[in-house]
Nanobody, 124 residues
Framework: QVQLVESGGGLVQAGGSLRLSCAAS????????MGWFRQAPGKEREFVAA????????YYADSVKGRFTVSKDNAKNTGYLQMNSLKPEDTAVYYC?????????????????WGQGTQVTVSS
């Protein structure tokens, strides 16, 4: 079972940037894709972005398209979420997870091996 550990969260002003990392340990990441989700206080967890591990193709939620970029480094067994032009509404705990289906999906049920999450707070 792959284990995922997020890092890179913090406090940033609106308009600023942060880069989150998701390191896979235990074994080489071999799932179809790595996904990013977030959960704001009082809200359900929602899909943010994902990257297909073999080819590097990506897909995003409309709310972050054009501002967030997901990438990976196979040699480091690590995925990244670059977040630019951050808004207060991006404040949430961000999680990475491994997709367990071989088709494009943004449904939480199609992801597992969740990391512990990292807090991102955007001040206005």
């Amino acid at each position: 079972q792959v284990q995922l550990v997020e890092s890179g969260g913090g406090l940033v002003q609106a308009g600023g940037s942060l880069r989150l990392s998701c390191a896979a340990s235990g074994r080489t990441f071999s799932r179809p894709a790595m996904g990013w989700f977030r959960q704001a206080p009082g809200k359900e967890r929602e899909f943010v972005a994902a990257i297909v591990w073999s080819v590097g193709s990506t897909y995003y939620a409309d709310s972050v398209k054009g501002r967030f970029t997901v990438s990976k480094d196979n040699a480091k067994n690590t995925g990244y979420l670059q977040m630019n032009s951050l808004k207060p509404e991006d404040t949430a705990v961000y999680y990475c997870a491994a997709r367990n289906v071989n088709y494009r999906s943004a449904f939480e049920a199609n992801f597992d091996s969740w990391g512990q999450g990292t807090q991102v707070t955007v001040s206005s």
